[in-house]
């Protein structure tokens, strides 16, 4: 037989192998569409309908149309009213608001005694594209306002009527690393725990130990449970090498707790592991569980706000986020790390991150019949 024979039956025999591999074909077609789809439907660096409070020190009708115009423009989402810069801050610590509109008194008053005046926007820096976006366009509102006043009542040549000034909280300087190394903490314990142990039950079948398992009085929780125990550990080195290096190397500042950041991260790799595991149940041997980790991996990132921001989505990705775990703990390790949060402005986040681990577990579980599958 010739080269080119021998070639053609080497072929012939992995395209037959491949073919009674479903799940690797499936993620074959699959990955390339999920790619088209994130990055053509999902995926938009503008920020629109950012959440939005308004700090309204004037209350007259005036006012209240400055923070009119703003909100038709789209790229903002008014979510309410606050008193003074603490509750400013409250709102951004609890992810309520991304910016704020503040109106100092005597507004109104001024614009009608033909006085320039001027209001502030303060936004979360702990997002740079945020900061353009909100910043760009509520200059732009402002200067066609405050044209349309020169030209129908200010004619005497005095400044613009109405001018904005801009404040930037928790990282005025913009830099990147700010923004990302907390958000690689979770980046790296997703990347790690999952592939971690979703090679688990998908190893003990390969090797043939999961007869043992089968006939021994383990319970299938008490299985899931063992397997993710000593993992916490290996995340927890994993995450105090990146805030370490982050904090000594990148001078990332750390506003908040360490032990309640700690402490909230164990559900976040319980998370994971439990996702991993789930992953174990499902793949006949550990080259499909570990592609099983590297397809989730991508929407992961794209779906969390680790490189997009979470505001800029359409509602069915928004949807598709709330369900991954890294959407949650981005919002708790950059509350913690650069806003300074408290347990009581997490909450939501640790209720979802909750409620995502138990169902993971259970659905682990039930996978796992304590039978051959």
Known sequence: MSALGRIAVITRKELRQL??????????????LMQLLLFGYAIDTDVRHAPTVVYDADGT??????A?????????????????????AQAFRRGDARVALVIPAG????????????VQLVVDGADAQTVASATQTAAAVVAAWSAELRVSAWHDGTPEPI???????????????VYIVPGLVGVILTMTMVMFTAMGIARERER??????IVSPVRSVELVVGKIVPYLAIGYVQMTIVLVVGTLVFAVPFAGSWLLLYGLAALFIAANLALGLFFSTLARTQQQAMQMSFFFLLPSMLLSGFMFPFEGMPPFAQAIGQAIPLTHFLRIIRGIVLRGATLPDLLPELAWLGGITVALVLASALRFQKKLG
């Open 163 to 177: 001018s904005l000034s801009t404040s930037t909280w928790y990282n005025p300087d913009l830099r990147t690393a």
């Open 61 to 66: 009708a005036r006012s209240r149309d400055l």
């Open 19 to 32: 073919r009674r591999d479903r799940l690797t074909i499936g993620m074959m077609v699959m990955l390339p």
């Open 208 to 213: 043939g130990t999961l007869e043992q398992l």
């Open 107 to 118: 507004f109104s008053a001024g614009l009608t005694a033909h006085r320039p005046v001027e």
């Open 68 to 88: 009119r115009r703003l909100e038709v423009t789209g790229f903002y989402d008014v979510r309410g009213q606050v008193d003074g810069y603490p509750a400013i």
